[in-house]
């Protein structure tokens, strides 16, 4: 832009200066072989545009010569942990504030971390939920119409199961379970004898059978932060989940494809665990709301042993995924290896 203003008042300049020179010529009759001199502002815009050569110059030559080296992307804290574990494999490092690691068969606690802590607990309230369910007796096959109840005004959670869908009391438990769908397990509880407050007194008195002290349940979803447990608790709740084929069947399926007003709908497990095949699971629950943070609870098979994991309150989208993996190493790397019989 600078360079255009310098030409066009270059250009205006010389005009003058030549109409000027044309008409001392004219009078004095000058030798028309006389060169005219330049004037100072041509002067300083052939400067100008020297310089300007000199910089395009230099730029094509520095774009057709090697590229610089982009700078290694700085790691994740995922990625820092792993190299944390790898260089000390006797230790474990987690980014969930309460996990409980426990052995399936004898109670007996493998790793623990603020095991008693009571926290939110988010959707792994769903087991409880199923489990009610299924203490019933209630049919599986039975028809339940999807109504204004049941959608969420709490948190604004979205949902595929619009009001008067119609599915089967045994598809809300496989979408609750597997996809964590609340607007599912609210009808599982609204359609529940007695409604959604019976659901609840059920649940709450299930929790105390199990011996569940720090547990209490406001509603069959999670979205309640009022939903709170403790890790010790709640692998009570996986181990007693754990005995009813449906639920084992249910929460570790990777996906499924539900029939809803003529149109299919797919869903996957909310576990990327599952869905990744290279753990032996079990039972699997995830839950998800602020309050609560990350959480994920299994029942699966590590270096040869059945385990329940719990982990709790968890920052960061794969953290949770993240911790399993580190104890699951942690596990290998430290198991005892019985001879062959």
Same mark, same amino acid.
């Not at 590229?67 to 700085?74: G, S």
């Not at 105390?208 to 509603?219: C, I, P, T, V």
């Given at each position: 832009m600078l360079l255009r203003i310098f030409l066009s008042y270059t250009v205006e300049s010389a005009e003058k200066d030549n109409k000027n020179t044309d008409m001392q010529h004219t009078a004095d009759s000058v030798n028309p072989a006389t060169e005219r001199r330049l004037h100072h502002l041509e002067k300083i815009v052939a400067v100008f545009a020297l310089c300007a050569v000199f910089a395009l110059t230099a730029g094509f030559a520095q774009a057709g +010569?090697?590229?610089? #080296? #982009?700078?290694?992307? *700085?790691?994740?804290?995922?990625? $820092?942990?792993?190299q944390m574990q790898r260089a000390h494999p006797d230790k474990v490092f987690l980014r969930s504030n309460a996990v409980l690691v426990q052995d399936a068969a004898s109670g007996l606690t493998v790793l623990e971390k603020n095991g008693d802590s009571v926290v939110p607990i988010a959707s792994i309230t769903k087991l409880m939920t199923a489990r009610v369910v299924r203490d019933r007796g209630l049919d599986l096959e039975q028809r339940v119409v999807i109504s204004e109840d049941d959608l969420d005004t709490l948190k604004g959670t979205r949902s595929r199961l619009r009001p008067g869908s119609v599915v089967t009391r045994g598809e809300l438990m496989l979408l609750a379970l597997m996809a964590s769908e609340n607007r599912a397990a609210h009808a599982l509880g609204r359609a529940y004898p007695g409604g959604i407050q019976a659901f609840v007194d059920a649940m709450n008195a299930k *929790?105390? %059978? %199990?011996?569940?002290?720090?547990? !209490?349940?406001?509603?069959p979803t999670g979205l309640s932060s009022a939903n709170v447990s403790s890790p010790r608790d709640l692998a009570k709740l996986v181990l007693a989940a754990h005995e009813y084929p449906a639920i084992r069947d249910f929460s570790t399926r990777d996906a499924a494809t539900v029939t809803v007003q003529g149109q299919e709908l797919a869903y996957q497990n909310t576990n990327g665990l599952v869905r990744a095949g290279t753990w032996s699971i079990g039972l699997s629950k995830t839950g998800f709301i602020n309050e609560a943070g990350r959480c994920l @609870?299994? !029942? *699966? !098979? @590590? *270096? +040869? /042993?059945?385990? @329940?994991? @719990?982990? $709790?309150?968890?920052? +960061?989208?794969?953290? /949770?995924? +993240?911790?399993?993996n580190r104890i699951r190493k942690w596990l290998e790397a430290n198991s005892v290896r019985r001879p062959a019989s």
């Open positions: +010569g090697p590229k610089a #080296k #982009k700078k290694p992307a *700085a790691q994740t804290d995922e990625q $820092m942990l792993d *929790a105390q %059978l %199990l011996g569940m002290n720090d547990s !209490r349940f406001a509603d @609870v299994m !029942r *699966a !098979r @590590v *270096a +040869g /042993r059945d385990l @329940v994991l @719990v982990l $709790m309150d968890s920052w +960061g989208k794969q953290s /949770r995924i +993240g911790d399993a």
